[in-house]
């Protein structure tokens, strides 16, 4: 990679990110396309978020990625939204056009691909969500659009879990039900059960937001996370005999959608998915 004064740059905004997989793969992805962008990471919480944004605005670059604890509080600073980013209320991903940063929402997407490619429709079926995050209210929202039943939403804060139910169904007459955090009610409902807390990842290794007693072998459990490749969460949900998918082929489908809108090209999705599979196999 030859940086000069041409180079278009990206950044990834949030902490931590030693997990993160998304520079080798996006900046993969440039070198196959013949691309002049380099993807980089800028470890930063929200504390100095508006001051960074006003930075990346005036200079040389296509755009940002986002990620947590920054997805929710980002919109703030966003001068345009698209329709699906603003129904989720998080932004995982900033175009900056003609000095404007306009919001989207990959995470969503990417996940709803993901998904559906491993498991199928999600049509009249109930899902438990534990998570009402960025990461969880894209999941969510993509469920709903996706014309599930209902979804019962669980987190750690409760007012973000109510109030993500009440955005839902602002939305989705009906669909979301709010859960507080751990009575687990209705989870023998779901038929599909999902991860979107965090929770499983450093500094959380080994930790889950669903205790082992709840765990069935007849429902579908998906953890958003990718690194490690299998959470305790994931790792109870195998030992019950269940069906499991991590977050990865999410990463690589909402990095896909990525490249499409800071580049307005079409992204090499086999090499992306080959520079994940090599570094998941060290």
């Given at each position: 990679m030859n940086i000069d004064i041409n180079t278009k740059f990206i950044t990834l905004i949030g902490t931590p990110l030693s997990q993160s997989y998304a520079a080798a793969m996006q900046n993969a992805a440039y070198e196959a396309m013949g691309l002049n962008y380099c993807y980089f990471y800028t470890e930063r919480d929200s504390t100095h978020l508006e001051a960074i944004l006003n930075g990346v605005r005036h200079m040389n670059f296509a755009g940002c990625?986002?990620?947590?604890?920054?997805?929710?509080?980002?919109?703030?600073?966003?001068?345009?939204?698209?329709?699906?980013?603003?129904?989720?209320?998080?932004?995982?991903?900033?175009?900056?056009?003609?000095?404007?940063?306009?919001?989207?929402?990959?995470?969503?997407?990417?996940?709803?691909?993901?998904?559906?490619?491993?498991?199928?429709?999600?049509?009249?079926?109930?899902?438990?969500?534990?998570?009402?995050?960025?990461?969880?209210r894209a999941i969510i929202m993509a469920l709903a659009d996706g014309k599930a039943s209902k979804i019962f939403i669980s987190d750690y804060f409760n007012d973000a879990a109510q109030k993500m139910a009440n955005d839902v169904n602002a939305h989705f007459a009906n669909v979301g039900v709010y859960v507080p955090f751990e009575t687990f009610e209705h989870i023998d409902e779901a038929s599909i059960v999902i991860n979107a807390t965090g929770i499983g990842m450093a500094p959380h290794l080994g930790e889950t937001p669903l205790p082992e007693k709840y765990v069935r072998s007849d429902a579908f459990y998906f953890d958003a996370?990718?690194?490690?490749?299998?959470?305790?969460?994931?790792?109870?949900?195998?030992?019950?005999?269940?069906?499991?998918?991590?977050?990865?082929?999410?990463?690589?489908?909402?990095g896909v959608d990525q490249i499409r809108l800071w580049t307005g090209e079409e992204p090499p999705v086999e090499i992306m998915r080959q520079t994940l599979e090599k570094i998941t196999a060290k």
């Open positions: 990625a986002v990620t947590k604890p920054n997805k929710v509080n980002v919109m703030k600073y966003l001068d345009e939204t698209d329709p699906l980013c603003a129904l989720a209320g998080s932004s995982n991903t900033i175009v900056i056009k003609d000095g404007k940063l306009i919001g989207h929402n990959t995470d969503a997407t990417g996940f709803f691909r993901a998904l559906v490619e491993k498991h199928g429709s999600v049509a009249g079926k109930k899902v438990f969500c534990f998570g009402a995050g960025g990461v969880g996370c990718y690194n490690p490749e299998k959470t305790q969460f994931l790792l109870n949900a195998e030992k019950a005999g269940a069906e499991i998918l991590n977050g990865l082929s999410m990463s690589l489908y909402q």
